[in-house]
């Protein structure tokens, strides 16, 4: 990045002392601004930005002090050295504690004052660099994860730039596997949040029994085994943002009590009678339709309308094939390190066969891939006799099923979901999406015709 020229503004009420310093700096490449009074330095300052202002301290009307705490208080980028005689030695040290960077007694060295502009110059280039580099760390940070280029993705990534400023509570659906714990945590990170709390937790692998104390907490004596006061999840997470994966397997009674909190930001620890309040961000996370689910009985409706304020769907792998390649190469690399394998590459066979598998599990499933063969490697480059058997084997799905005249249709119909289940190495939800059947209807299936 092309530095612009550092700006000096000199401020002094004396012709002569303002143009020495002026004369002094000129020569070092600098741009320098000359003000004869406070309120014309505050003038110029308004019009264009100074890198540091060298302001004398006693002037009429308007003193140095006064100059700087305008400064720090309108531009508070702006360094100001103020410049005082030796009897007002006190008066400068109480401009320090008001916020200057530093001051200088009269008479000014010229060659002591071009090294010290040098440096004040020199450690503001360096903390700006700082910061930048550390937005750029945090902005990578963000994403580090989140791996591909493809539309779909990038659109996504639209999304949560435009989603992580505000506070309004997100609905993320999407099959497993699809990296909704990524994107929920990248939105935290980008907001105004970021420093504070992300709190995860997965609605369903919480007993009926003790989701309520998980999420709430609860009071000493609250139930057998309470021996202590416990915060839940929702007060760990205050100021900062609590994710809720799987939010379609939450109980229904504690679906009542999130609503309370979204509406309110209030609620009650299990055997509490006072109110706790929060400021916490929701994001919740399905894999399932909650509409679906609302009408079947199992989420409540007015829970549903308030999560859904903003939807976001990610996209299976299977729809993003472009990605499949960079996400591949992107955990050989991280899992060859962690295992201290160097050099390790895909044979071409591999990278084609990754490319054309369905994927039900989705970026999850390809990790695990990767890692098999990673660990199981003897050779530079991987070949296709390390990805599992239903990688090797999966063909194409067929466009007509290999049944014979002569069946009957509930054997026809066996033999169409046994193929199906093959072609999706047993993954229920993809085969359900093919046939053309709900999860339920095929878990039913199964069972009628014995099929694991």
Wanted: with cysteine; aromatic share 6%.
């Amino acid at each position: 990045m092309e530095m612009r020229t550092p700006r000096i503004l000199i401020v002094d009420d004396e012709l002569n002392i303002r143009q020495g310093l002026a004369e002094a700096l000129q020569d070092q490449g600098y741009e320098i601004e000359q003000a004869a009074s406070g309120e014309a330095a505050l003038e110029l300052v308004r019009l264009m930005p100074f890198d540091l202002v060298l302001v004398d301290l006693v002037m009429e009307e308007m003193d140095g002090l006064e100059v700087l705490r305008q400064i720090n208080r309108e531009w508070p980028q702006t360094e100001v050295v103020i410049i005082t005689a030796h009897g007002t030695i006190e008066t400068a040290v109480t401009a320090l504690r008001e916020g200057a960077y530093d001051y200088l007694t009269k008479p000014i060295n010229v060659k002591r004052l071009r090294s010290y502009v040098h440096n004040i110059l020199r450690a503001q280039e360096l903390q700006e660099e700082n910061r930048r580099l550390r937005e750029q760390l945090r902005t990578e940070q963000e994403y580090s994860q989140i791996i591909g280029r493809s539309e779909k993705l990038l659109t996504i990534l639209e999304m949560i730039d435009q989603l992580a400023p505000t506070d309004v509570t997100i609905l993320i659906e999407g099959e497993s596997g699809t990296g909704k714990e990524l994107v929920a945590n990248a939105i935290h990170q980008k907001s105004g949040r970021g420093q504070k709390p992300f709190i995860s937790v997965n609605c369903g692998a919480l007993p009926k029994e003790l989701i309520g104390s998980e999420l709430f907490g609860h009071e000493k004596g609250a139930f057998t085994g309470a021996s202590h006061q416990k915060q839940g999840r929702f007060e760990l997470a205050d100021r900062g943002t609590l994710f809720l994966d799987e939010i379609a397997e939450m109980d229904l009674e504690a679906q009542v009590t999130l609503l309370r909190i979204l509406e309110g930001g209030r609620f009650r620890r299990v055997g509490g009678t006072h109110e706790v309040k929060v400021d916490v961000r929701v994001i919740a996370a399905t894999n399932k339709s909650l509409k679906e689910q609302v009408r079947e009985g199992r989420f409540r409706e007015d829970l549903f309308y308030r999560l859904n304020v903003v939807r976001m769907s990610l996209p299976p792998l299977r729809e993003r094939r472009e990605d499949i390649q960079t996400l591949a190469q992107h955990f050989l690399d991280t899992l060859s390190t962690k295992y201290h394998k160097s050099d390790l590459k895909f044979a071409s066979e591999l990278t084609e066969r990754l490319a054309h598998y369905e994927w039900p599990g989705n970026i999850r499933e390809l990790k695990n891939c990767i890692e098999r063969a990673v660990i199981l490697t003897r050779e530079q480059v991987i070949g296709l006799d390390l990805l599992p058997e239903r990688i090797r084997q999966e063909s194409d799905l067929p466009t007509r099923a290999a049944v014979s005249v002569g069946l009957s249709l509930a054997e026809m119909e066996r033999e169409m979901i046994r193929q199906t289940l093959e072609h999706t190495g047993g993954h229920r939800k993809r085969t359900a999406e093919i046939l053309g059947i709900s999860e339920r209807d095929l878990y039913y299936k199964l069972k009628k015709y014995q099929l694991k």
